[in-house]
């Protein structure tokens, strides 16, 4: 009795380790998220500064583009328009921030935020 008792709770002991650790786990990568949702929206930032300071056309990001180990794409795009006889242009910002290798890996985490600009 006193060996089934044993074995009984060393399995209860090993499966709240199980436990705590994938609770440790998914509270790192929530705050990854939220690292990762605030560098992507430096680097939105970065666009709509750069395309405020020379409105005409969409900011080229530096080739090695990274905010605190994150890797940023920021892309833009510009359409046309008239609007009651005068001209408009609106730019669509999107900024992806990501890390950790592929997707569907463990580690992976990625976000992404848009914005339009109206000139």
């Given at each position: 009795v ?49 395309l ?68």
């Open positions: 006193a060996l089934f008792l044993l074995v009984v709770l060393a399995a209860l002991g090993a499966f709240m380790v199980s436990i705590s650790t994938s609770q440790q786990v998914g509270s790192a990568q929530d705050v990854q998220g939220t690292r990762a949702y605030w560098a992507a929206r430096a680097g939105l930032e970065w666009g709509i500064g750069n405020t300071a020379s409105p005409g056309a969409c900011p080229t990001p530096p080739a090695p583009f990274t905010v605190e180990g994150f890797t940023l794409s920021v892309s833009c795009s510009s359409a046309s328009f008239d609007e009651g006889g005068t001209a408009r242009v609106v730019y669509s910002l999107t900024s992806r921030a990501s890390l950790g290798g592929a997707a569907g890996s463990l580690a992976f985490v990625e976000r992404s935020v848009s914005a339009a600009v109206e000139f």
